[in-house]
């Protein structure tokens, strides 16, 4: 999964709308990309209303 799609599936699973593919009681989702010039890196930590 390339760019932005894994937030998107992040925010899916945190959601429970994934279907056969979700993952059981997600709560927190870790999202990590890089590329771009100069190999830049983005991180980001996403989590249910219930664990914020």
Same mark, same amino acid.
């Given at each position: 999964m390339y760019g932005?799609?894994?937030m998107i599936? %992040?925010?899916r699973q945190l959601r429970g709308e994934c279907g056969e593919r979700q993952v $059981?009681? %997600?709560q927190l989702a870790l999202v990590h990309g890089n590329g771009g010039t100069l $190999? $830049?890196?983005s991180t980001a930590i996403l989590g249910t209303q %219930?664990?914020?």
């Open positions: 932005v799609f894994i599936e %992040a925010v $059981s009681d %997600a $190999s $830049s890196q %219930a664990t914020l």
